[in-house]
């Protein structure tokens, strides 16, 4: 389980998002191009196939439908949700964008316009794991961000929905569920159909198949990322506890097969340690074989010459979550170039980002912490810029606008600018 960065597995690990997409490829653009071809029809027959479920007359889920979802759910499990809910919401607040202008000499009057989105779909997965605390981070910033319509759709397999996802879904605003899953209701929410309407953003974490939905329907619609299996990189010294370790590696590692846990550290007797630890608490779980085979094929333990050294391999994966349990731990903050959301110190376990503190657990995976962040409220708004020159400015900035035309041999640009001075 100890390995090194010229080992075979640091480059699956580097390249495991893409080792799925051509062996369903074939399947999802079939699955896409049914469903705008043939809208509601095509979900019939795609949800009957897929989940075992007929919703010809029962496609959708009210707010009166969640409520009672809610009002039935465990009490305990309501207040921790919405205590969730409460931290998502102040955390995303301090988000907000807002529209400004900007007052130049001469009559010039710059700024920028922010709208809200008209409508958001939000995918919330029911195959292996279903998440009500997506939902919570999917819908709550979009409506912050002024969403006026926020849908949600999920799988109804063999006609049953997650209650707790419903009950999340009525925390947290949503404005209609609808009963389908799949590649087939992120195409749905792109084209639209007779029942489900068109919507301008699709969020939300799922499955290889969906992952490639979003990727065949981005430019239809927008789409929050391409997300592929959930990832962890644990930087630990020789302070950190080899147990605490283990069990952050265990905890990703829990999620899918093709998750990625890897812990670096400068320290080899820490790296035995932690080996034994994920064998000792491994063998107490009730299902062991998902884990074993993530870490298996795309996690273990490098021990590397300096904790240093531990930030380039990290920076270089451009991890989902990045755990850093060094001692002082927020002094390395400047050495983090990549990465979707960080943890610092053995008290804060990515399960606490996970569930309960407020930033955004929709994160960028598969190396897009290089370009990309986690989902947040500046996600669901466009932004217009806004020019007014008035005619002293534009006297003043004829030339320069016509100097510039002519260059690019634009005509007609240089043409629109002198006919207006000429005047």
């Known amino acids: 389980m100890i390995f090194s960065r010229n080992d075979e597995k640091f480059h699956r690990i580097k390249g495991r998002s893409f080792l799925l997409e051509r062996k369903y490829l074939k399947a999802v653009y079939e699955i896409v191009e049914n469903v705008r071809k043939y809208g509601d029809k095509a979900l019939v027959e795609y949800t009957s196939k897929f989940d075992s479920f007929d919703i010809m007359d029962n496609f959708n889920l009210s707010r009166e439908d969640l409520k009672v979802y809610y009002d039935r759910l465990e009490s305990k499990l309501k ?3 919405r205590i969730a809910a409460d931290n ?15 007052e130049k000499q001469s009559g010039i009057l710059l700024g920028q316009k922010i709208t809200p989105l008209e409508k958001v779909g939000v995918y919330a997965p029911g195959g292996k794991a279903s998440y009500p605390t997506s939902v919570l981070m999917a819908a709550i910033p979009a409506k912050i961000a002024g969403v006026k319509e926020v849908y949600l759709s999920t799988p109804t397999v063999k006609g ?8 999340a879904a009525y925390i947290a605003g949503v404005d209609k569920v609808f009963r389908i899953g799949g590649a087939q209701a992120i195409a749905a929410f792109a084209y639209g159909s007779e029942t489900i309407p068109k919507v301008d953003k699709v969020v939300g974490p799922g499955n290889i198949f969906v992952a490639l ?35 952050d590696l265990i905890a990703q590692s829990e999620h899918d097969e093709m998750a990625s846990a890897v812990a670096i550290t400068d320290s080899e007797k820490l790296a035995k340690e932690v080996e034994k630890a994920l064998k000792d608490q491994i063998e107490s779980l009730p299902i062991k074989n998902i884990v074993m085979t993530s870490l298996k094929d795309f996690g273990g333990i490098m021990v590397v010459d300096n904790i240093m050294d531990a930030f380039d391999i990290s920076n270089e994966l451009a991890p989902e979550h990045l755990e850093i349990n060094l001692n002082n731990s927020l002094d390395y903050l400047t050495y983090v170039k990549n ?5 610092f110190g053995e008290n804060t376990p990515e399960s606490v980002g996970d569930y309960i503190a407020g930033p955004n657990h929709i994160l960028p995976t598969g190396g897009s912490s290089r370009f990309s962040s986690p989902l947040g409220t500046y996600d669901f708004i466009k932004r217009s810029s806004i020019v007014k020159y008035s005619r002293k400015a534009l006297m003043e900035n004829a030339e320069h606008i016509i100097n510039i035309a ?18």
Request: no cysteine; charged share 25%; hydrophobic share 50%.
């Open 79 to 81: 207040k921790s949700l």
């Open 88 to 102: 998502i919401r102040d955390f995303h607040q301090y988000q907000v964008e807002k529209s400004f202008f900007i």
């Open 160 to 167: 049953h929905i997650n209650d707790t996802v419903m009950a």
């Open 213 to 247: 939905a979003k990727k065949l329907v981005f430019g239809v619609v927008d789409v929050d990322m391409i997300a592929g299996p959930s990832e962890i990189i644990v930087i630990a010294d020789k302070y950190a506890k080899a147990a605490l370790v283990a069990s």
């Open 339 to 343: 990465a979707g959301a960080i943890f």
């Open 406 to 423: 002519e260059s690019e041999r634009l005509i007609g640009h240089a043409r629109s600018t002198k006919l207006r001075v000429q005047e």
